[in-house]
């Protein structure tokens, strides 16, 4: 079956960096898209950053030029980079997995950023 898992999540002081990765067993890696998704308490799950199976990445406003979204195809895994880490950014974040007709998420993984 499908598994996406992520891992890399914890507590952190703004302006720190955490490093998220999603491992993904049961498709066929390559040709999906992937994205990073949150989710804060009451709030909507929102697109944070994503890459086609190309590579081409977009990202939210609020946190371009902060992180990178990345993937290994080799290791069916993605990554995403999160520097200059703010309150706000506080939210379980979400892996997706995406091609026409399918979508697949995985459990989260919760980052605080707090002093």
């Known amino acids: 079956q499908v598994q996406l898992v992520e891992s890399g999540g914890g507590l952190v002081q703004p302006g720190g960096s955490l490093r998220l990765s999603c491992s993904a067993s049961?498709?066929?890696?390559?040709?999906?898209?992937m994205g990073w998704y949150r989710q804060a308490p009451g709030k909507q799950r929102d697109l944070v950053a994503f890459?086609?199976?190309?590579?081409?990445?977009n990202y939210a406003d609020s946190v371009q030029g902060r992180f990178a979204i990345s993937r290994d195809n080799a290791k069916n895994t993605i990554y995403l980079q999160m520097n200059n880490l703010k309150p706000e950014d506080s939210a379980v974040y979400y892996c997706?997995?995406?091609?026409?007709?399918?979508?697949?998420w995985g459990q989260g993984t919760q980052v605080t950023v707090s002093s």
């Open positions: 890459i086609t199976t190309r590579g081409t990445t």
């Open positions: 997706n997995a995406v091609k026409s007709g399918s979508s697949y």
């Open positions: 049961g498709i066929i890696f390559p040709i999906y898209a």
